[in-house]
């Protein structure tokens, strides 16, 4: 039972409207004393032809508002004001939280509908930097909640493996390459000839000849170039497949821009047919005046596709492919522009789904005053940043583990920091709105008790200790339907219940806004209710039997709520710590 929807459904009865209408106004008052729901009555002013405060009287002394959850109805001005009944309210959530487990917050919202998310998509021949451990992290969370809601999900790696850079890496590797190097560590070894080239490109133009050439005839198809190119993709996807791995992450479609070169004779064609094209210094391109957008360049003067033109490309493939339901495209704020230009094309072009079609931007990433870019030289790689992050985690657990005296061995130390600091990183990603930029500091992240992953998982495994040391004093546990759950009427479990009834509707609301951040402040609001009410109840000496094994149950709840929770942000819960 949602008690949310309950109350809208009887108040939908009383006043005559949908209960969507009325679900969507029931608010959470902001101070708790005023009560558990609120509906603000003057939305039926209009219609009622009456003040809100007449409205609200009329509605809190209706008869039908009495169900036996509902402790108190009251009316305070133009709202009438809702206050469960805590015990009921306990006994209900919890009971729901501990029979569904991880499916807990499901929902058949998406039963039927395709929802692509493409993320990561990074360059190949180029350093995995932070920011596309931004958008890695972003993506793979909304990936996941999508699925939670009953969508199928497409994982979509749009891998930036084509373009003129790489007739460059051809005419380099082939001047100054070494095998071995590529083999052993692809990414650095091109990174060096890529700067190379660059540096003697400028005393010596033959080099911005022969790499011009090497592209034409890797456009063209031609072999030698070919294989070469598809070594430097090999070699780089397999670095990228490790930092995969090691968050996580995967993917269904590795189709990068390459895979759209040859459909774009297709587009252009299909562009000129509805008279879209038109001819711009040279170039061939469709205007976006009615969008408010410059144009979109489709070819070049020199007849080459851009990005724009194999972006198009793959939205028609996409959808001939999967006809989605939204298909959604988690790449930094800068590139909004080039979305827009994007699907202003595939709008004018007459495709209706182009409306489905969603850039979804974040912020930059900042360390000190530093903006990241691998064009500034002073990269900061994302295996750089776990690296560091693991182990400074190590070093605290590690500390911690000595101070308490546990009998923590170093390498179960090793595996919990491994955990803990990966988390630390990807939390930093996903704690606040995705398009504020983040400035990382490590006192910041990996504070135990501030507002990080590490606390998330502390709290995590400071309750399944709990729940050990009841299991080894065979004390029992409430289970789901327990009348012994309705005792947990005190200020701070009933905060706890509440908190973990609040997670469904992060949920739903971080996929409708694409904000991961939503399910972090919930789940953390989750761990700091449990908190406040670990400091200031005893949970294992308690003296009320009923009392106590309902409590053991809140705490269950917790750590099923704060998985559910972490889990979808991406980030792993640890046993103990
Ligand atoms: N590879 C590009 C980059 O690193 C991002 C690709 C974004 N996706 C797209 N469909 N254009 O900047």
Same mark, same amino acid.
């Given at each position: 039972?949602?008690?949310?929807?309950?109350?809208?459904?009887?108040?939908?009865?009383?006043?005559?409207?949908?209960?969507?209408?009325?679900?969507?106004?029931?608010?959470?008052?902001?101070?708790?004393?005023?009560?558990?729901?609120?509906?603000?009555?003057?939305?039926?002013?209009?219609?009622?032809?009456?003040?809100?405060?007449?409205?609200?009287?009329?509605?809190?002394?209706?008869?039908? @508002?009495?169900?036996?959850?509902?402790?108190?109805?009251?009316?305070?001005?133009?709202?009438?004001?809702?206050?469960?009944?805590?015990?009921?309210?306990?006994?209900?959530?919890?009971?729901?939280?501990?029979?569904?487990?991880?499916?807990?917050?499901?929902?058949?919202?998406?039963?039927?509908?395709?929802?692509?998310?493409?993320?990561?998509?990074?360059?190949?021949?180029?350093?995995?930097?932070?920011?596309?451990?931004?958008?890695?992290?972003?993506?793979?969370?909304?990936?996941?909640?999508?699925?939670?809601?009953?969508?199928?999900?497409?994982?979509?790696?749009?891998?930036?493996?084509?373009?003129?850079?790489?007739?460059?890496?051809?005419?380099?590797?082939?001047?100054?390459?070494?095998?071995?190097? =590529?083999?052993?560590?692809?990414?650095?070894?091109?990174?060096?000839?890529?700067?190379?080239?660059?540096?003697?490109?400028?005393? !010596?133009?033959? @080099?911005?000849?022969?790499?011009?050439?090497?592209?034409?005839?890797?456009?063209?198809?031609?072999?030698?170039?070919?294989?070469?190119?598809?070594?430097?993709?090999?070699?780089?996807?397999?670095?990228?497949?490790?930092?995969?791995?090691?968050?996580?992450?995967? #993917?269904?479609?590795?189709?990068?821009?390459?895979?759209?070169?040859?459909?774009?004779?297709?587009?252009?064609?299909? @562009?000129?047919?509805?008279? &879209?094209?038109?001819?711009?210094?040279?170039?061939?391109?469709?205007?976006?005046?009615?969008?408010?957008?410059?144009?979109?360049?489709?070819?070049?003067?020199?007849?080459?596709?851009?990005?724009?033109?194999? !972006?198009?490309?793959?939205?028609?493939?996409?959808?001939?492919?999967?006809?989605?339901?939204?298909?959604?495209?988690?790449?930094?704020?800068?590139?909004?522009?080039?979305?827009?230009?994007?699907?202003?094309? @595939?709008?004018?072009?007459?495709?209706? #789904?182009?409306?489905?079609?969603?850039?979804?931007?974040?912020?930059?990433?900042?360390?000190?005053?530093?903006?990241?870019?691998?064009?500034?030289?002073?990269?900061?790689?994302?295996?750089?940043? =776990?690296?560091?992050?693991?182990?400074? $985690?190590?070093?605290?657990?590690?500390?911690?583990?000595?101070?308490?005296?546990?009998?923590?061995?170093?390498?179960?130390?090793?595996?919990?920091?491994?955990?803990?600091?990966?988390?630390?990183?990807?939390?930093?990603?996903?704690?606040?709105?995705?398009?504020?930029?983040?400035?990382?500091?490590?006192?910041?992240?990996?504070?135990?008790?501030?507002?990080?992953?590490?606390?998330?998982?502390?709290?995590?495994?400071?309750?399944?200790?709990?729940?050990?040391?009841?299991?080894?004093?065979?004390?029992?546990?409430? $289970?789901?339907?327990?009348?012994?759950?309705?005792?947990?009427?005190?200020?701070?479990?009933?905060?706890?219940?509440?908190?973990? !009834?609040? &997670?469904?509707?992060?949920?739903?609301?971080?996929?409708?806004?694409?904000?991961?951040?939503?399910?972090?402040?919930?789940?953390?609001?989750?761990?700091?209710?449990?908190?406040?009410?670990?400091?200031?109840?005893?949970?294992?000496?308690?003296? !009320?039997?009923?009392?106590?094994?309902?409590?053991?149950?809140?705490?269950?709840?917790?750590?099923?709520?704060?998985?559910?929770?972490?889990?979808?942000?991406?980030?792993?819960?640890?046993?103990?710590?």
């Amino acid at each position: 039972m949602n008690y949310k929807e309950e109350t809208a459904k009887i108040l939908a009865e009383v006043a005559g409207l949908p209960v969507e209408q009325i679900l969507s106004a029931i608010e959470i008052p902001p101070q708790r004393e005023l009560g558990d729901y609120a509906f603000p009555c003057f939305i039926l002013s209009k219609s009622l032809r009456k003040a809100p405060p007449v409205i609200a009287s009329e509605l809190a002394s209706d008869p039908r @508002l009495s169900a036996p959850w509902l402790s108190k109805v009251v009316c305070a001005g133009g709202y009438v004001n809702f206050f469960v009944d805590k015990g009921e309210y306990a006994k209900e959530i919890l009971s729901q939280i501990l029979t569904l487990r991880n499916s807990y917050a499901n929902s058949t919202e998406g039963t039927g509908k395709t929802v692509l998310v493409e993320f990561s998509s990074p360059n190949i021949a180029k350093p995995f930097h932070v920011g596309h451990a931004f958008t890695t992290i972003i993506g793979h969370s909304l990936a996941k909640i999508y699925q939670k809601l009953g969508y199928d999900v497409v994982r979509m790696n749009h891998l930036g493996d084509y373009g003129t850079q790489f007739g460059k890496l051809i005419t380099a590797f082939r001047l100054w390459g070494d095998e071995n190097a =590529l083999r052993e560590d692809a990414i650095n070894e091109l990174l060096r000839i890529y700067v190379k080239f660059h540096e003697v490109e400028k005393s !010596d133009p033959t @080099l911005t000849e022969s790499a011009r050439e090497n592209f034409r005839r890797l456009e063209n198809g031609e072999s030698a170039e070919m294989a070469l190119w598809e070594e430097f993709r090999e070699l780089s996807l397999k670095e990228f497949e490790k930092i995969y791995q090691r968050i996580g992450v995967s #993917f269904d479609n590795y189709n990068g821009e390459s895979y759209y070169s040859d459909k774009i004779p297709e587009v252009v064609d299909m @562009l000129k047919e509805k008279g &879209l094209l038109v001819e711009s210094e040279g170039a061939q391109v469709v205007m976006l005046d009615a969008y408010k957008v410059p144009p979109c360049i489709i070819l070049k003067s020199d007849g080459t596709t851009i990005y724009a033109s194999r !972006d198009i490309a793959s939205a028609l493939y996409r959808y001939e492919t999967y006809h989605f339901y939204k298909n959604i495209y988690v790449v930094g704020t800068p590139q909004a522009l080039h979305f827009k230009q994007v699907f202003s094309v @595939l709008d004018s072009a007459g495709f209706s #789904f182009a409306k489905d079609c969603i850039h979804v931007g974040f912020g930059l990433v900042k360390f000190a005053d530093m903006k990241f870019s691998t064009r500034e030289g002073n990269i900061i790689t994302l295996d750089a940043l =776990l690296e560091e992050s693991v182990a400074k $985690t190590y070093e605290i657990i590690k500390t911690n583990a000595e101070q308490r005296n546990t009998d923590m061995s170093p390498e179960e130390i090793k595996e919990i920091a491994e955990k803990v600091g990966i988390g630390a990183v990807m939390y930093t990603f996903v704690k606040s709105g995705r398009e504020r930029d983040i400035i990382f500091s490590w006192e910041e992240m990996l504070d135990f008790e501030g507002d990080t992953a590490p606390y998330l998982i502390y709290t995590y495994a400071r309750a399944r200790s709990i729940l050990r040391k009841a299991k080894e004093q065979s004390i029992s546990i409430s $289970t789901p339907g327990d009348e012994s759950l309705a005792t947990l009427i005190s200020e701070e479990e009933f905060a706890v219940v509440r908190s973990i !009834d609040e &997670l469904p509707d992060a949920v739903a609301k971080a996929a409708a806004s694409n904000e991961p951040f939503m399910i972090a402040r919930a789940t953390a609001q989750i761990a700091r209710a449990f908190n406040r009410f670990y400091n200031n109840s005893s949970i294992l000496s308690g003296t !009320d039997m009923a009392n106590r094994s309902a409590r053991l149950a809140l705490c269950e709840s917790v750590c099923e709520a704060i998985a559910v929770g972490t889990g979808l942000l991406g980030i792993s819960v640890v046993e103990r710590m």
